[in-house]
């Protein structure tokens, strides 16, 4: 589109007369070799052509519509002949290019708009945006490309201490205190507080990441309500984290060189941009810490209805449901350090999926605000349920609600339940592999038919199965 509309530019003289008979896209080059170049035009002419819309042809000429209406006095934009002839206005040059800058971990307005050479608030604005925005990973920013003179690119350097100063910064930056406040937007350099990330000129010697951090990673960007995310913390070396993301705890756990903290999304909770905050203990006492806002988004789950009957539910009293949902509860909260399972996850069984996790759920017409925990698998009674990963049998019993039951644990939080079952193969404490037969699925307790409910937490919190089986964990 742009091309055509330079070559037209360009070569006005010679195209006008094809765009006039409607071939405007034949090409044009041995016509205009023979003649010397025409000087810029000030607008070219276009003929409607059936089937045109005064939209397509704005679009076609890069041009806005209603500049296009404008420049042809039309009042009413929807209604062009064929046959009309266009004066196509020349776009304004000036018109901004748009770059997408995708915010990586670390990042703040005031590094991005430095990097590009753009005021903080012309980026804010760009992006519709107030200053006091909180920037999330998985997002991206409008970058407006008027390029003008680029300060020095920053890199994120070092996040401030007990007792760290700007100026004590600077020293070990080998930079002035002064040249880092205009860097960080500080009115003065006495004035950093403990915990600021500081930005420092790149072209100085500088660390990416505050010791011992050495790099972040999560997957999946954004984060997704009912779903699993798993957070990676590069070190430089060994230390023991501590955190917690939305000011729920989070448990670390040691891999070569890294730590992974893998957390349960509530598939109720609020969507929008979450804070992570690590802390790392130094040998000598003093603490490290990473802050990263991330973003949270809705599952996007259906609605059911469930109808239970008049019997069914007067065996569910709150008392027996919700003695039964806490001591299932104290299981979840198991934190296994070794991780058991390598690879994806497989189907325990391999029915249809008649009920997906997440779905919104209204028993016999109430409102409420309750949620499928599992998925529910569609097999008749006496189906074999495989271990669908590597762990150890930490529940194998019948229960009044969910009929009779095996807990796996997988390590590091993660478990798997299985509700409802006629047959149970295992025992507490028993190692299994994946894909070995644990049980059968069934009917027992209070279920609506046949079926293999396959429950998974993560942290104690229920998450949507199917994506351990579509991604690999951690
Ligand atoms: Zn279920």
Do not use: K
């Not at 296009?68 to 934009?77: E, K, Q, R, S, V």
């Not at 028993?363 to 349920?385: E, F, K, W």
């Amino acid at each position: 589109m742009s091309r055509l509309h330079l070559d037209i530019r360009r070569w006005t003289l010679g195209i006008v007369a094809l765009l006039a008979c409607g071939l405007q896209q034949r090409p044009v080059q041995s016509v205009l070799a023979a003649q010397p170049e025409p000087p810029p035009p000030e607008a070219t002419v276009y003929t409607v052509q059936p089937g045109d819309t005064l939209f397509g042809i704005a679009q076609q000429f890069g041009v806005s519509v209603d500049a296009l209406a404008a420049a042809n006095g039309l009042d009413d934009p929807g209604h062009i002949n064929v046959g009309q002839r266009l004066i196509i206005p020349v776009p304004v040059e000036s018109a901004e290019e748009v770059l997408v800058h995708a915010v990586e971990p670390g990042e703040a307005l005031w590094s991005i708009s430095l990097h590009y050479g753009l005021s903080p608030l012309e980026l804010a604005a760009a992006n519709h945006m107030l200053r006091s925005d909180t920037l999330f990973l998985g997002g991206t920013l409008n970058v407006p490309q008027h390029a003008g003179d680029h300060p020095p690119p920053c890199r994120l350097a070092h996040y401030t201490g007990d007792g760290e100063t700007l100026a004590s910064l600077a020293l070990r930056y080998d930079t002035s205190p002064w040249s880092l406040a205009a860097a960080n937007g500080i009115c003065s350099p006495f004035l950093s507080r403990p915990g600021h990330a500081v930005w420092v000129p790149a072209e100085t010697e500088v660390i990416d990441w505050p010791d011992p951090f050495a790099g972040f990673q999560i997957h999946p960007t954004p984060a997704v309500q009912g779903r699993t995310l798993s957070i990676g913390i590069s070190l430089t070396l060994p230390v023991s984290l501590t955190g917690s993301f939305h000011g729920t705890p989070q448990t670390f756990f040691s891999t070569p060189g890294a730590a992974r903290a893998l957390t349960g999304i509530d598939a109720l909770s609020e969507t929008g941009i979450r804070t992570l905050v690590v802390t790392a203990s130094l040998e000598s006492g003093a603490l490290a810490r990473y802050v990263q806002r991330i973003l949270v988004v809705p599952g996007e789950y259906s609605e059911e209805i469930v109808t239970i009957s008049e019997d069914v539910a007067a065996a569910l009293t709150p008392q027996v449901v919700q003695s039964e949902a806490e001591s299932l509860d104290q299981l979840f909260l198991a934190r296994t350090p070794s991780r058991l399972w390598q690879g994806r996850f497989v189907l325990p069984s391999p029915g249809d999926i008649t009920s997906a996790f997440g779905t919104r759920r209204h028993y016999n017409l109430q409102t409420s605000s309750s949620y499928h925990t599992g998925t529910d698998l569609g097999v008749i009674i006496g189906t074999p349920v495989y271990a669908p990963a590597d762990g150890v049998v930490v529940a194998a019993e019948p229960l009044t609600v969910r009929g009779n039951i095996i807990i796996i644990d997988h390590g590091w939080g993660v478990m798997s339940g299985f509700w409802h079952l006629s047959e149970i193969l295992v025992e507490a404490g028993e190692t299994v592999v994946r894909g070995q037969q644990v049980g059968s699925s069934g009917s027992t307790g209070q279920s609506t038919g046949p079926h293999l409910h396959w429950e998974m937490r993560v942290g104690g919190v229920p998450v949507d199965a199917l994506q351990w089986v579509n991604e690999e964990f951690p």
